[in-house]
C-alpha cells in the first residue's frame, strides 16, 4: 500500500555552528556557552535521526524534543531583569507578548494547549533595522532550509522558522518511514508502525499551522497553510488506508467499509482542494496524485457500496453502485495520466512509483469490480428484473476513524535556568564583521541522506485489495 505514495524528499539545510558567531558574543557564561554547544549537537542528531533507516518513532520524537526543548529559549529568553522570578512567574500561554524568561517554563513545565505549545511566544520580531534587544537571541542565527515545494533556498534570521521548518521535516520523515516499511514483511505490528508514523506526521503539520499564524511564512512554500493543510489531510488519508485494509481482512461488513473508503476520498479530495491554493510547479504532481486517489477511492467506496446491496437482494441499486464505481475508476486513470506526464523541479519519490493503473491494488479493484458488476447484471436479467435507477445514488454516511497524534513543544531545558546571556552584546548581522564571518551565513545547503525506497518488486501482501 505505503509504496504506493507521492513523497517529497527531506528538506536540506545548512550546517549550523550555535557556539560561534554573532549569538555566541552574547554568552555570558560558562553554562550559556555550554548551551550552545549542546544546541548544536541537537540539531545535528535530529538531522541524522531524521534521515536513518532503523530510527523508531519514539527516537525520532526524543531527538525532536532534545533540539526544541533548547531553541525555545532563543524565542522566548528575557533578561533576568526584564521579567518576574522564576519561581514567581506561570509559562505564558502561546501566541502572548513574550513575557515569560525560559528559566520560569523550565521550572514549572508546559501547560498550554498543544496548539498553544506549537507556536511558542512572542511576536515576530523585525528583520530589518533596529532590533529589540530582548528579541536578539531569537534573531541572531539565520536559518537555511532548502524549500521542496518552491524549489528554493529560504533563508531568515528567525527561530520561530526553525522550529516551523524541523517540525515540517520530521513530519516528512515520518511519512517516508511510512512508506519504507510497507515495503517490507507485512504484519499487524508493522501496519501499526505506520498507522502511528502517519498520525503523528498529521500532528506536526498541525503544530506547524499553529506556528504560520505567528511567521509570515511566504506563499506557495513548503511553510504555506494551503500546503501545510494538503499535506496533513493527505497524512490522515493515508493513515485511514491502513484502517481500511484492516477492515477489508477482518472482513467487516461491505457498509462499513464503504463508509471507511468514502472518507478516505473526501480526505484526500480536501487535500486536492487545500493545493490548489499552491501556485508552485511542485504541486501539480502532488495534486494529480491525491485526485487519484480520491477517485479511487470513491470507486472502492461504491463497489463496496454495491455488495451490500447485492447482500440484500437489491441487485438494480447494485448495478448502478458498480456503475458509478467503474466511472469513478475511469477518473482516476485519467489522473493517473496527468500525474505520469507532470513535471517538478525539485526530486520526488513521484519516479518510484509504478505506473498507477498497472498497480496491484488498482488492477485487483478493477477484475472485482468487473467480476461483481457482471454477475449482478446476470442476476438482475433472470431473476430480479429491477429497474437501475438512472439518477446518482449516495454511497451513504463516511465513516471516519482517524485522528492527528498532536505534537506538544517540550518544556525548556533546565539548561536555561542557569546560562546568563547579555542580548545587548549580541551584533546586529551587519554590524560586526568578524561574528558575521564566524556565523558563515551562506553556509552550503546539506541534502538529507535517505535510505532508497525504491521496491525491487510489488508487493501483493500489504495492500487494500477487494475480496
Same mark, same amino acid.
Given at each position: ?111 498550554a494547549t498543544p496548539a498553544q ?38 533563508? *531568515?534570521?528567525? @527561530?520561530?522558522? !526553525?522550529?516551523?521548518? $524541523?517540525?515540517?521535516?520530521? #513530519?516528512?520523515?515520518?511519512? =517516508?518511514?511510512? /512508506? ?87 480526505? *484526500?479530495?480536501? @487535500?486536492?482542494? !487545500?493545493?490548489?491554493? $499552491?501556485?508552485?510547479?511542485? #504541486?501539480?504532481?502532488?495534486? =494529480?496524485?491525491? /485526485? ?64 498507477l493503473p498497472e498497480h496491484i ?24 428484473? !429491477? ?27 533546565e539548561q536555561w535556568l542557569t ?49
Amino acid at each position: 500500500m505505503a509504496f504506493w505514495a507521492h513523497r517529497l524528499p527531506l528538506k536540506g539545510t545548512s550546517a549550523i555552528n550555535f557556539a560561534q558567531g554573532r549569538l555566541a558574543c552574547g554568552a555570558d557564561n560558562r553554562e550559556a556557552k555550554e548551551l550552545l554547544r549542546t544546541l548544536t549537537a541537537a540539531r545535528t542528531a535530529l538531522l541524522r535521526a531524521t534521515g536513518a533507516h532503523g530510527e523508531t518513532p519514539d527516537s525520532i520524537k526524543k531527538c525532536l524534543d532534545d533540539y526544541l526543548s533548547l531553541l525555545r529559549g532563543l524565542v522566548e529568553y528575557k533578561p533576568q531583569g526584564d521579567a518576574a522570578p522564576a519561581a514567581a512567574t506561570a509559562p505564558a500561554a502561546a501566541g502572548a507578548a513574550g513575557t515569560t524568561p525560559p528559566a520560569a517554563s523550565a521550572a514549572a513545565g508546559a501547560a498550554a494547549t498543544p496548539a498553544q505549545q506549537a507556536v511558542g511566544s512572542a511576536n515576530v520580531p523585525g528583520t530589518t533595522g533596529a532590533v529589540p534587544k530582548s528579541d536578539r537571541l531569537r534573531v541572531a542565527v539565520i536559518y537555511r532550509w532548502r524549500d521542496d515545494t518552491s524549489g528554493k533556498i529560504l533563508s *531568515f534570521p528567525d @527561530a520561530q522558522f !526553525e522550529i516551523g521548518s $524541523v517540525l515540517f521535516n520530521v #513530519a516528512l520523515a515520518f511519512m =517516508n518511514r511510512a /512508506t519504507s516499511l510497507a515495503m517490507g514483511t507485512a504484519d499487524e505490528d508493522v501496519a501499526k508502525d505506520i498507522y502511528l508514523s502517519l498520525r503523528r506526521a498529521a500532528g506536526l503539520f498541525e503544530a506547524v499551522l499553529a506556528s504560520e499564524k505567528l511567521v509570515p511564512f511566504a506563499p506557495s512554500t513548503d511553510l504555506d497553510g494551503c500546503t501545510l493543510r494538503g499535506l496533513r489531510l493527505e497524512a490522515l488519508a493515508e493513515a485511514q488506508e491502513v484502517t481500511l485494509e484492516r477492515a477489508r481482512q477482518k472482513q467487516h461488513k461491505p457498509e462499513l467499509i464503504a463508509g471507511i473508503a468514502l472518507d478516505t476520498s473526501m480526505k *484526500f479530495e480536501a @487535500a486536492v482542494h !487545500e493545493l490548489e491554493g $499552491v501556485s508552485a510547479i511542485t #504541486a501539480f504532481p502532488l495534486r =494529480n496524485y491525491l /485526485t487519484f486517489k480520491a477517485q479511487f477511492y470513491k470507486a472502492y467506496a461504491n463497489c463496496y457500496k454495491g455488495q451490500a446491496m447485492f447482500n440484500e437482494e437489491k441487485c438494480g441499486l447494485a448495478c448502478k453502485y458498480y456503475e458509478q464505481a467503474a466511472a469513478a475508476l475511469q477518473q482516476a486513470r485519467k489522473a493517473s495520466e496527468r500525474y505520469a506526464s507532470s513535471t517538478t523541479s525539485g526530486f520526488t519519490y513521484r519516479t518510484q512509483i509504478p505506473n498507477l493503473p498497472e498497480h496491484i491494488i488498482f488492477v485487483t479493484l478493477e477484475k472485482t469490480l468487473k467480476a461483481s458488476h457482471d454477475k449482478a447484471n446476470t442476476e438482475n436479467g433472470l431473476i430480479y428484473h !429491477e429497474r437501475v435507477p438512472a439518477e446518482p445514488q449516495e454511497v451513504g454516511t463516511p465513516q471516519e476513524l482517524v485522528k492527528a497524534d498532536p505534537y506538544v513543544l517540550p518544556p525548556i531545558s533546565e539548561q536555561w535556568l542557569t546560562a546568563k546571556f547579555l542580548p545587548q552584546n549580541i551584533p546586529v548581522k551587519g554590524s560586526d564583521t568578524s561574528a558575521d564571518k564566524a556565523a558563515d551565513d551562506e553556509a552550503p545547503i546539506r541534502d538529507a541522506h535517505e535510505p532508497d525506497r525504491l521496491p525491487k518488486t510489488a508487493s501483493t501482501e500489504f495492500t487494500c485489495v477487494l475480496q
